[in-house]
């Protein structure tokens, strides 16, 4: 099948290769030569618990690609306090910021009391004791990363948020799929839906407590809402022919979706409580991939309309569609930043399909990444990173980028391929 047709295609079937239910691993794959240097201190009595908490808070914000922590080898001492703390070494190994801690078991329990530092200033910024139980190690260290991250930045850290994705195991027609959630680092994978017919375009509700995905396990696509508390689903379509590409709108009360019943592929919007559905496009071309504007306004969809894909605004308002993507033959799945001023998405060009970004203001579009198989991205609730699916080899992985392209990193999986992410909104 040729490339140029694979974001319809994806309504019906997942790229199929051979994949395993595991943990997703973090490889680093390019800095920012912009990251902030930072010192992370391993916390006294930190080295024998189950999860190394300066360890996890040192990669969290070295994938940012806004920091550069120092190797643990540089380290010229060890406080565990900012009474211990003598600035000049941590000046002269050109750190501007330092972490350190210590963690104390207290029947069980654990107190973790962390400090950051203003080495330049030579004064602490921030202090606190998180409490935390052996189980929850993982999760007190990125609130840390969360908590450093939003001091030094002023943008609000994602660490604690969570990832879908799908997975799928075997080879041929003897094919096993998953739907999956991890941490954003991609540990923890727990999994959520397995089926022997393929699973597509996972989407979280606004509370992060359901996804919506598209499952064929009665033999035609249907779109299928769960809740991951209790591991209830309900299923809302189940039409002839295309029922895909789910999008929950900001309230959560309603979800856009492409489908085909009445001849094209079109856009429509559900009501989820009464299950009414409104038609939102009428057009002879293929509509698909719709996202809701963060103000729940509008909505951006894939159509080819003017003869290739590109993407496309839909005011609910006035019920107009302009077109948005001018740059390039092939611009698809659109999805906007948080603060609705720019849409990310797939574009081709020459050398394959990349990962982009477009200003609404200016309409100047950025390539982000240099791989040339890239689709499905989705980006994180602060917006500075996107995660996306791309190609390693004859494998697909996971991958990740910077909002401005300096930095990425991937998460391949032990084994097989790894597609369709999805990030989650804050979960709070």
Not at 180 to 205: C, K, M, R, T, Y
Not at 218 to 241: D, H, M
Not at 354 to 372: E, G, K
Request: charged share 25%; proline share 5%; hydrophobic share 35%.
């Amino acid at each position: 099948m040729k490339r140029l047709n694979l974001w319809a295609a994806s309504l019906l079937l997942m790229l199929c290769a051979g994949m395993a239910h595991a943990e997703l691993t973090i490889e680093i794959t390019k800095g920012s030569d912009q990251a902030i240097p930072i010192a992370i201190v391993p916390m006294a009595n930190g080295d024998d618990l189950p999860e190394n908490v300066s360890r996890i808070v040192s990669n969290d914000l070295e994938r940012s690609g806004r920091f550069e922590p120092l190797p643990r080898e540089s380290l010229i001492s060890r406080p565990s306090s900012s009474e211990e703390v003598h600035y000049q070494d941590w000046q002269q190994l050109n750190s501007d910021y330092l972490v350190v801690g210590k963690i104390d078991n207290q029947g069980g329990e654990y107190r973790i009391q962390y400090e950051l530092l203003n080495v330049n200033g030579q004064n602490r910024m921030l202090g606190e004791v998180v409490t935390s139980s052996r189980d929850q190690l993982r999760d007190s260290a990125h609130y840390i990363s969360d908590q450093i991250f939003e001091e030094i930045t002023g943008i609000r850290g994602a660490f604690s948020t969570s990832i879908a994705y799908v997975t799928a195991s075997g080879v041929g027609d003897d094919i096993d799929y998953a739907l999956s959630v991890a941490d954003a680092d991609g540990h923890n994978s727990q999994q959520i839906l397995s089926s022997d017919e393929p699973i597509l375009s996972p989407a979280w509700s606004p509370d992060g407590g359901k996804l919506a995905y598209v499952s064929f396990e009665t033999g035609r696509p249907g779109i299928y809402v769960q809740n991951l508390a209790t591991g209830q689903r309900v299923r809302l379509t189940s039409f002839e022919g295309i029922n895909g590409a789910p999008a929950w709108s900001p309230d959560g009360r309603k979800l856009a979706m492409s489908l085909s019943k009445d001849g094209q592929p079109e856009i429509y919007v559900m009501d989820i409580a009464s299950r009414d559905l409104r038609r939102l496009t009428q057009s002879d071309a293929i509509d698909t991939e719709p996202e809701w504007a963060p103000n729940g306004r509008s909505l951006i969809f894939t159509s080819d309309r003017s003869g290739n894909p590109q993407i496309y605004r839909y005011d609910l308002g006035s019920g107009r569609a302009e077109r948005l993507t001018f740059t390039g033959s092939y611009n698809s799945r659109g999805r906007f930043s948080p603060d609705g001023d720019a849409i990310f998405m797939v574009t081709r060009d020459d050398s394959g399909y990349h990962v982009a970004r477009q200003d609404l203001d200016t309409d100047r579009m950025t390539i982000l990444t240099d791989s040339d198989w890239d689709e499905s991205p989705s980006v994180a609730p602060n917006g500075t990173m996107v995660i996306f699916a791309t190609q390693e080899g004859t494998r697909g992985v996971l991958g990740a980028v910077s909002a401005d392209g300096s930095a990425s990193f991937r998460l391949p999986s032990p084994q097989g391929d790894v597609r369709e992410p999805a990030w989650s909104p804050f979960l709070d």
